[in-house]
């Protein structure tokens, strides 16, 4: 690439675009260009649609990065998209067709969500879910400051039970033809470090970190480890 692409970061559930604030902060002491997109946390689809768009008037060629769900939307919105040159999952899903964020969750032991979260009922139909305050560090972020993990809950994103729970409809999955490149923790309470392994195995990845003792918040908690897995998709 004679050029950098723009760097687009894509949250997850449970979290908001303030998230990446760390990373944002390293890449643009380097001078590249960075949007942290905000995730919808809707549907698969209707989230999918929206990056697509962001990217879109971007009108630059781009590297996707997503954390956790974000995985699910970067892997929908960059199947058969020119626009995309790199992937980067950061403690993210990386699913195959029909394969949702729920089910490949359970696909390995150890993700203790399900217990820690919230569901109530939103007017547009079916159930949002949160992770509760009182577990939320725990959870969620164990490897910062509880005042740090008090803000986040506070500002957590939920998601609806409908985006979690939906399958990926692309029969071409982004990372079948776009380099891959993934960093996640052997300590995340949310994805299972075997998932983690076994889809990094899955797509081919260029390169994997795997960061010992990290949580499932790997941008806020080791932004220099994220940033460095973008710089390395970037020089590809």
């Avoid at 020119?82 to 195959?96: E, G, M, R, S, T």
């Avoid at 964020?101 to 217990?115: I, V």
């Amino acid at each position: 690439m004679s050029e950098n692409p723009v760097v687009v970061l894509v949250h997850g559930a449970f979290a908001e675009s303030a998230s990446w604030n760390g990373v944002v902060e390293r890449l643009q002491a380097r001078s590249i260009e960075v949007v942290a997109a905000p995730n919808q946390l809707r549907s698969l689809d209707g989230d999918a649609q929206y990056v697509r768009d962001v990217i879109a008037g971007i009108g630059k060629p781009v590297v996707l990065v997503a954390h956790s769900y974000g995985g699910m939307v970067i892997t929908e919105a960059a199947a058969d998209n020119d626009a995309v040159k790199a992937l980067v999952y950061v403690c993210a899903f990386a699913p195959d067709q029909d394969e949702s964020a729920f089910a490949l969750s359970a696909k390995f032991p150890g993700s203790t969500l399900g217990d820690a979260l919230n569901a109530y009922p939103v007017s547009t139909g079916g159930n949002e879910l949160a992770i509760r305050p009182d577990v939320f560090h725990q959870q969620f972020c164990a490897d910062v400051p509880a005042e740090q993990a008090a803000l986040m809950a506070a500002t957590q994103r939920p998601a609806t039970e409908a985006a979690l729970t939906g399958g990926l409809r692309t029969a071409t999955p982004a990372w079948q033809s776009i380099p891959s490149w993934f960093v996640f923790s052997d300590q995340d309470l949310n994805i299972p470090v075997a998932l983690h392994r076994f889809m990094a195995e899955r797509a081919g990845a260029k390169d994997t970190r795997e960061i010992a003792g990290a949580s499932h918040a790997l941008s806020v908690s080791q932004p220099e480890a994220v940033t460095a897995t973008i710089l390395d998709a970037l020089g590809a």
